[in-house]
C-alpha cells in the first residue's frame, strides 16, 4: 500500500463501548497526526507526533487517548464517547525538519457514536 | 496565534470560466500557507503551498495561487473551471515558529455543466 492508510473507515460504537482507530503512512515521514473532522468546522489537531513524541495536546479530552510505537504507526484510542464525538477522524504524516512540507492525509474513519 | 479565515461558504462558477476562491490569513512570523481539496468520502489531498519565492505558485490539476503580503491573502485561482473540480477546499497556515497547520473552514466549490 501507498501513501497513508486508515482502518476502519466507518465505526459505529455505543457510549460504553472501547475501540481503536488505527493509521499507517507508507512515505518514511518522521511525524504523525490526528485531526477531528465536524460538519461546519475547522479541521480540529487533537495530537501531534513528531520522532515518536507527542509534542502537542491541543485540550482533547481524556476519552480520546493516541499510542505512536513507532514512525509509521499511529493509533488513536476511544472509550466512553459522547454522542457529539461522532465525526470524521482524519490521520496525516509529513516530514518535519528544515523545510515545511506538506501533510498526507488518509482517508479518514467515520465514526458515529450512538 | 496564527488563524485562516475563508470568507465564502461557497462559490458557484460554470464550467469554462475562471474561478477564484478566497483565503485570508494572520501570523506573527513569516507565513507558510498551503491549499488541500477534499473529496467526498476522501481525506485531503495537497494541492500546493507557498514557503518563499514567487507570489505566484502553481500547483497540481492546473490551480494556482497568488501570495499577497500587504493583504494577508492566499487566493486558490483557476483559469478555466472543470465539473470535476466540484470539492471542498481548505486554506491553511503555518507560523514559522510553529510546528502545526491551521485550517480555515473550507469553501465549497460548485462548477456547473
Known amino acids: 500500500e501507498t501513501g497513508v492508510t486508515q482502518t476502519p473507515r466507518h465505526l459505529v460504537m455505543g457510549m460504553t463501548n472501547k475501540k481503536s482507530l488505527k493509521c499507517e503512512q507508507h512515505?518514511?515521514?518522521?511525524?504523525m497526526y490526528w485531526y477531528k473532522q465536524s460538519a461546519k468546522k475547522p479541521l480540529e489537531l487533537m495530537f501531534v507526533?513528531?520522532?515518536?513524541?507527542?509534542?502537542e495536546n491541543n485540550s482533547v479530552p481524556s476519552r480520546f487517548s493516541p499510542e505512536c510505537p513507532n514512525s509509521s504507526h499511529l493509533f488513536l484510542h476511544l472509550h466512553t464517547l459522547q454522542p457529539e464525538d461522532s465525526a470524521l477522524y482524519l490521520c496525516?504524516?509529513?516530514?518535519?525538519?528544515?523545510?515545511?512540507?506538506?501533510?498526507?492525509f488518509g482517508p479518514g474513519t467515520r465514526l458515529t457514536v450512538l | 496565534a496564527q488563524s485562516v479565515a475563508q470568507p465564502e461558504d461557497q462559490v458557484n462558477v460554470a464550467e469554462g470560466n475562471p474561478l477564484t476562491v478566497k483565503c485570508t490569513y494572520s501570523?506573527?512570523?513569516?507565513?507558510?500557507l498551503f491549499w488541500y481539496v477534499q473529496y467526498p468520502n476522501r481525506g485531503l489531498q495537497f494541492l500546493l503551498k507557498?514557503?518563499?519565492?514567487?507570489?505566484l505558485v502553481k500547483g497540481s490539476y492546473g490551480f494556482e495561487a497568488e501570495f499577497n503580503k500587504s493583504q494577508t491573502s492566499f487566493h486558490l485561482k483557476k483559469p478555466s473551471a472543470l465539473v470535476s473540480d466540484s470539492a471542498l477546499y481548505f486554506c491553511?497556515?503555518?507560523?514559522?515558529?510553529?510546528?502545526?497547520?491551521?485550517f480555515g473552514k473550507g469553501t465549497m466549490l460548485l462548477v456547473s455543466p
Open positions: 491553511a497556515v503555518r507560523d514559522g515558529g510553529y510546528s502545526t497547520l491551521t
Open positions: 507557498y514557503i518563499t519565492g514567487d507570489n
Open positions: 512515505l518514511g515521514h518522521n511525524a
Open positions: 496525516a504524516s509529513s516530514q518535519e525538519g528544515e523545510n515545511y512540507n506538506e501533510q498526507f
Open positions: 507526533y513528531s520522532l515518536e513524541e507527542r509534542v
Open positions: 501570523v506573527s512570523g513569516n507565513p507558510y
